[in-house]
């Protein structure tokens, strides 16, 4: 029965009867004939027909270096060569072991402990409780006040996104989710996102961001008392629509919750690993979080590894006489694979001998230039830009913004048309993202953001109407 290997169209009809899509709508996605991705090059992939596009989203924001990195895969082969998993429950290994090290060091100063999972959802589901309990085995000794209830509410950003694990979606706000699932979810209180686009009519866009700044000081003070963390992405707001936060805002929300003695979760599991020009975002603002939540780039995209780092006033927290109960209780069976570090630690490396961050440099003022042209497209909205991270908005009407009707589904038919053009892209909404993997070469940029315009102006005029 596994003799032979299954033809494309075997493949194609098992994928229709058994593989269940995430975040797809599975009726329209059977009749699409979306590509079976059989093997990767560079910063190319390749279809089971033997079709090559370019990964324009770096394989959903996680890819580093591209595929089949030599460095990468001679590390997994050497790790496999020792064992593929062993447990970090009562056990350790070495590459989990210097891939935190590692870590230790590049990350904002004071984060010094490395509690590995498997997923950027999981990585915030950690950092959620870990701040949670930190309360509870400290009884938040730090304020003046005593507490008026259980310490278990979360502060949060309007639209933000952290995973789709229930403990994520809580403390995230895209609507669809909290619609569907909002009979599931804990208590959250959120600030307004710090955006001007969409202020409320009447509203400047600076008296709008001001309003923002004003309300994390307002939401932070009246809640002081029963916040267990303020969680927020830095710099910007990814699966938002790639929203960029006007500078000073991060810095802003550290000063407050410092000022509060409320833990920051900075979930930097999109920006994390140079997507925003730097290593990490919380640097841009000096911005030191008690919590950091990395998972996407971590491995350089290669296997599920996450990680959430904390700072030693939290760890100590956690220590004591093993009966008295203060034990982190969580940990998932996969926490902290070997493969996955071997590669986290090789991608790392790359990282620094290859200057990445140079090369990000110059692909984010490549992406400007090429994208130039769209800022004054009748159906851009806006195109919105932090580093290698782009989102362009596709509207039906630039002046009073209003947006295609949903039911046409225009970023996603920008996807459709980027396939026949041999680039894999993946839309928000109706924001076209562009997510070129950190060191992809200039002229891969270049053709990118070509082939991204071609499609947003062979659909958009199709469908204006
Ligand atoms: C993708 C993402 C997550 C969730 O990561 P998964 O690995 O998909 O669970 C969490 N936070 C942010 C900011 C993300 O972009």
Redesign the pocket.
């Known amino acids: 029965m596994f003799g032979t290997a299954p033809s494309a169209q075997q493949l194609r009809d098992w994928d229709d009867q058994h593989v269940w899509h995430p975040f797809a709508p599975m009726q329209a996605y059977r009749e699409e004939a979306a590509p079976i991705i059989e093997s990767g090059e560079g910063f190319e992939l390749i279809d089971v027909e033997g079709r090559r596009y370019l990964d324009g989203i770096s394989s ?2 996680c890819n580093v270096h591209g595929h089949r990195v030599p460095e990468i895969d001679d590390a997994v082969r050497q790790q496999l060569d020792r064992v593929s998993h062993t447990t970090l429950l009562g056990l350790s290994s070495p590459p989990s072991i210097e891939l935190a090290a590692r870590l230790v060091e590049v990350v904002p100063e004071g984060l010094n402990h490395v509690f590995y999972s498997d ?6 589901e950690v950092a959620l409780k870990m701040a949670f309990q930190y309360h509870k085995q400290t009884n938040h000794k730090q304020t003046t006040r005593p507490a008026k209830g259980p310490r278990n509410l979360f502060a949060t950003v309007g639209g933000a ?5 229930i403990g ?1 979606v809580s403390v995230g706000s895209i609507e669809l989710f909290h619609r569907l699932y909002g009979e599931l979810l804990f208590q959250t209180i959120s600030v307004p996102s710090p955006v001007a686009l969409r202020r409320p009519a009447g509203e400047t866009a600076d008296g709008y961001l001001q309003k923002c700044f004003d309300e994390v000081e307002r939401i932070v003070r009246e809640h002081a008392d029963r916040l267990a963390a303020f969680i927020l ?1 830095p710099l910007v ?3 938002a629509g790639i929203l960029v936060h006007p500078p000073g805002y991060l810095k802003h929300v550290r000063d407050v919750t410092r000022q509060y003695n409320i833990p920051l979760i900075a ?5 994390g690993f140079g997507r925003t020009g730097t290593l990490f975002a919380c640097e841009q603002e000096q911005v030191q979080p008690d919590f950091l ?1 990395l ?2 780039g971590l491995s350089g995209g290669y296997l ?1 590894l ?1 990680a959430t780092l904390t700072t030693d006033e939290i760890f100590e927290a956690f220590l004591g006489d093993s009966a008295a109960g203060r034990t982190f209780f969580h940990g998932h069976t996969f926490t902290g694979n070997p493969l996955g570090c071997a590669a986290g630690l090789a991608s790392l490396k790359l990282f620094q001998e290859r200057d990445l961050l140079r090369n990000i440099s110059r692909n984010s003022e490549c992406l400007s230039r090429m994208l130039k042209p769209l800022q004054v497209h009748p159906h851009v909205a806006e195109v919105r830009q932090q580093g290698i991270m782009v989102g362009i908005e596709l509207v039906q009407d630039r002046e009073t913004l209003t947006p295609f009707p949903a039911a046409r589904r225009t970023g996603h038919q920008v996807t459709l048309a980027a396939r026949r053009r041999g680039l894999i892209l993946r839309p928000l909404g109706d924001v076209v993202v562009l997510m070129p993997a950190p060191a992809m070469p200039e002229h891969q940029i270049q053709q990118l953001c070509e082939t991204a315009i071609d499609c947003i102006e062979e659909v958009t005029e199709r469908r204006a109407g």
């Not at 979930?267 to 920006?271: K, N």
């Open positions: 959903l924001w997923s950027g959802s999981t990585a915030v996104y952290h995973g789709d694990t994520s992405e707001q990814g699966a979930d930097e599991v999109a920006v939540c998972a996407k599920p996450a």
